[in-house]
Each structure stands twice: as C-alpha cells, then as structure tokens.
C-alpha cells in the first residue's frame, strides 16, 4: 500500500461503517468530522490530565471517548481507553504515559480509516 492507505478492515469494523452509511447518507461524513473533532480535544485533556495526575479527568475523558469510538466502530481503541479509565477509576497513574502513546497511535489509525470512508 502505498500514501496513508490503510487496510481499514483491521482499525474499524465494516459492518458499523456500513450500517451507519446506510442510516445517516449523506450526513456521514458529517458524524464523521464530528467524532473526529470530539476525539482530538479528548486526547489533549487527556494528556493534560495525565501529566497532572488528574484520575478524575482521565477516567471521564477516556470513558468518553471509548464510548464515542466503540459507536463508529473502531476495534482497538476503546479497549486502550478501557484500560485508561481503569487506570483513573483506581486511582493508579503508573504506566499511562505508555497507554496513552497507544492511545494516540491508534486514534491516527482511526483516524485514517474513517477519512477514507467519509471520502
């Protein structure tokens, strides 16, 4: 492959995306761009959260963001965010620099493979 092509099949489930054409058209791309906008400023909190140590924060951001993602289908994102609200809903910071390069790196995934399918 070659550009930023990804095989898509491996960041976002299909099914979702298709389901999701079919019921909203033309506003797809619309969802889309929301999620996407949504998703960067949670990942800022986040990683202002983090570098605060605030477990509130962490934990309200990622669940937030699991949940938005699992909705449009992505397949290993929301369970890196799983583990980072876990991490706040223990009050345990230890290793969340690491998770949430995980975490970002996935997002770009995400990311990609939604932009083509918007396109």
Not at 18 to 38: C, M, N, P, Q, W
Not at 76 to 86: I, Y
């Amino acid at each position: 492959m070659c550009g930023n092509m990804i095989d898509t099949s491996e960041v976002v489930k299909t099914e979702t995306i298709a389901e999701l054409k079919e019921i909203l058209a033309e506003d797809f791309g619309i969802l889309v761009t929301t999620y996407l906008e949504d998703a960067q400023l949670r990942i800022k909190k986040l990683q202002l959260a983090i570098a605060a140590a605030d477990v509130a924060v962490i934990k309200a951001e990622a669940h937030s963001l699991k949940g938005s993602s699992l909705n449009l289908g992505a397949i290993s994102l929301p369970e890196l965010c799983s583990q980072l609200e876990n991490c706040g809903i223990n009050e345990s910071l230890e290793g969340t620099p690491a998770l949430f390069s995980k975490i970002q790196n996935e997002f770009l995934r995400v990311e990609t493979a939604l932009s083509q399918y918007a396109s």
